[in-house]
């Protein structure tokens, strides 16, 4: 039936690939959703800059903030930055960087998004929706 380990594994790991995604773009979207229902838009102080080197290439930028709800309480959080802006804030030191625009649950403090995040989960969804679908067919194939 199978021919190599490789093809044995193959339809397992898209199914599970599949979920995966399908479960982050859920929770991306009920998050995002929350976020434009009911978020609370506020500045916050950048304490740091982090970033990955992948090849050479420096991305996946983040930064450690901190910030004060309405009811004024102190929140430490990390929120995720594009690579425009995590590159031109990464060689700056905290005092000398401006403050960001950010957006939070009130229900949960380290919900915290930029103001202007864009909304990934029709990609994810999508992603995961194909390789579960796949999954399905290739799993048909095999069985024919």
Known sequence: ????TRDALTLPVLAVVGA???YQGYQE????????DHGVTTEA???SVDWQTID???????????YETE?????????DLSDRLGKSLRNQSPRDMPPLEIRYLPED???????DHADSSDFLLGVGAACLLGSIAMAI???S
């Open 45 to 47: 102080t950048i304490e």
């Open 109 to 115: 403090t380290q919900a915290v998004v930029l103001s």
């Open 56 to 66: 050479w290439r420096s991305r996946n930028y983040s930064a450690s903030i901190h």
């Open 1 to 4: 039936m199978f021919e190599s």
């Open 141 to 143: 194939y095999r069985r």
């Open 71 to 79: 009811s004024g309480r102190s929140v430490r959080a990390s929120v």
């Open 29 to 36: 979207r009920r998050d995002n959703r929350a976020l434009e």
């Open 20 to 22: 995966i995604m399908l």
